[in-house]
C-alpha cells in the first residue's frame, strides 16, 4: 500500500519534531499553529500549501526543499 | 524587495516550462489543470499546494524537492 504525499509529508515532520525533544502542543505554538490543525498535518489527514510548509520547515530548523526531499519516499 | 514565495516559485516554474519549449497552455493541458489557473501560479498570484506543486514538478520532469530548492530564492 503506497502511502499517500500528506502521510509521507506527516511522518517525516512528526520525526524531525521528535528529534527536536518537542512536543506538538510545544511546536505547533512555536509557529502559531492550532495544535488540532498540528497534529492533523502529522497524522496526514491535511495537504499543506507551501507557504505553510514552509513555515512548519522553519519551526522544524531545515529548509523546505530538504524536508520534502525526506518525504518524497 | 524581496520576493514573495510564490513570486519565487511562479518564477522557477515559468523558467522550467519555457526551458521544456511549452506553452502556458500546453503545458496546463499536460497536467490536466486549468490554463487560467496556471497562469496565476506562475504570476504568483496562487500559492499552490504540495499536491499541485508535486504534480507541476512531474510535468517539469524535475523533482518537487529540486523545484522548490531552486525557488529557495
Redesign the interface.
Known amino acids: 500500500m503506497t502511502t499517500s ?2 502521510e509521507r ?1 506527516g511522518a517525516v515532520v512528526r520525526k524531525r519534531r521528535e528529534a527536536l525533544g518537542l512536543s506538538q502542543e510545544a511546536f505547533a505554538d512555536r509557529i502559531g499553529m492550532h495544535r488540532n490543525y498540528y497534529g492533523a498535518i502529522e497524522r496526514g489527514e491535511k ?5 505553510t ?2 513555515r512548519v520547515a522553519m519551526g522544524l530548523e531545515i ?4 524536508l ?2 525526506d518525504g ?1 519516499g
Not at 495537504?47 to 507557504?51: A, E, G, K, Q, S
Not at 529548509?63 to 530538504?66: D, L, P, Q
Open positions: 504525499l500528506p509529508i495537504t499543506m500549501r507551501l507557504d510548509f514552509e529548509e523546505a526543499w530538504r520534502l526531499k518524497a
